[in-house]
């Protein structure tokens, strides 16, 4: 997720939920060829506190995806994932993301690309096809052939875009005509999601559930493991919360500095409150802090 999963996103995941995979933000293997300061310090993570550490990137020159894939594989991921899936209209506009389904000899040719430069898996994220689902299998098996090691599928096409919700039948069918882990994803708001939804599918993939409720991770990574789907953290007061927020802003300030930190932090803080009492009152005042201590100082009072 673009301006959510960043390093100090990741490393409060994998502190709440140990078992998950972690993902980057999806990256332009255009900017990753040229070496684009900003993007190349997108892919900074942490080898101890991050592992399995996935950078998804995107784009459509086959070139750019060979060289952006060796500095991937050079700077220590755990693999790459190709975004064929974002619905985004600044995105497809260009040929990327979902609009590869349109263009499914390009699609395979930057997964073998990928392929050939390095020796880690590429995985694929897409949809369910870009205007109806019977796209799926075809499209998917033309990515296993041309080398694809995994494939997570979004339960939309890409015309539905959010709307509507997520239908995993095909997903559940897809898995039965190909030889490699298929992931689900689609509408996972909690543990009972994942379990409900897992069927036949090698795991689930979570994300826009995941903002503002973090902490769902280590419900659905216990469920997974375990069925167990009663006594989760996101029936917790906000107030015994308010430790991993503070603990979310630390690690922002600690990898980016407190003016930078603290404003990107802004958009998880109005996230973190969403649903409770008086949360218009204190997402205007969150959406302004400026310093960690603003944001104690807020919070706290809270806890109270």
Known sequence: MAGVTDAAYRQLTKELAPDAVVYS???????????AKKTMGMMHFDPEKERPFIVQIFGKDPEHFLSAAKVVEEM????????????????TSSCHGSALMKNPELACELVRSAKEAVKIPVSVKTRLGWDSSDELIPFCKGLVEAGADALAIHGRT???????????????????EVSIP???????KNAQD????LGNLDGVMIGRGTFG??????DICKALKSGDTHSTIDEMPFKEKIPLILHHCELAVELKGEKRGMLEMRKHLASYV??????KELRARLVRVETFDDVKEILIKLQS
């Open 25 to 35: 933000e999806f990256l332009s293997t255009d900017a990753i060829h040229y070496g």
């Open 76 to 91: 220590g991921a755990d693999g790459i994932d190709i975004n064929m899936g974002c619905p985004a209209a600044r995105v």
């Open 158 to 176: 890409y015309h539905q875009k959010y709307s509507g919700q997520a239908d995993w039948e095909p997903i559940y069918k897809l898995k039965e």
């Open 182 to 188: 298929v992931i689900g994803n689609g509408d996972v």
């Open 194 to 197: 994942a379990i409900d939804k």
């Open 213 to 218: 409720n973090p902490w769902v991770m280590k």
């Open 274 to 279: 969403k649903g409770i009492d008086g949360a």
